[in-house]
Nanobody, 115 residues
Framework: QVQLVESGGGSVQPGGSLRLSCAPS????????MGWYRQAPGNQLELVAT???????NYENSVKGRFTISRDNAKNTMYLQMNNLKPEDTAVYYC?????????WGQGTQVTVSS
């Protein structure tokens, strides 16, 4: 019954920026650890960033200093601000919400970075 919906993907040139959003239906995100994952063609699903209910964040090394994960509990929305995008960031990005035993996923949004 719970659904997560990603938005904000698109196509940009290297060095550009995008802001991804994740909004749920059927649950309140404040109690969940939230995350962004991505999967490039031919690659495994990769954890990009996480944020706990208290706001503690972790990032995959290749995106540190470029990406920022955040959450707005009043709007019940989670974000990924992506700056200085590189071609290797090209992937389908998935929103994840985790509070055992519950795990929810979004449908994915495409991010393409090319010249």
């Amino acid at each position: 019954q719970v659904q997560l919906v990603e938005s904000g993907g698109g196509s940009v040139q290297p060095g550009g920026s995008l802001r991804l959003s994740c909004a749920p239906s059927g649950t309140i995100l404040a109690i969940y650890t939230m995350g962004w994952y991505r999967q490039a063609p031919g690659n495994q699903l990769e954890l990009v960033a996480t944020i706990t209910p208290s706001g503690r964040t972790n990032y995959e090394n290749s995106v540190k200093g470029r990406f920022t994960i955040s959450r707005d509990n009043a709007k019940n929305t989670m974000y990924l601000q992506m700056n200085n995008l590189k071609p290797e960031d090209t992937a389908v990005y998935y929103c994840n919400a985790n509070h055992e035993p519950y795990v929810w996923w979004g449908q994915g949004t495409q991010v393409t970075v090319s010249s």
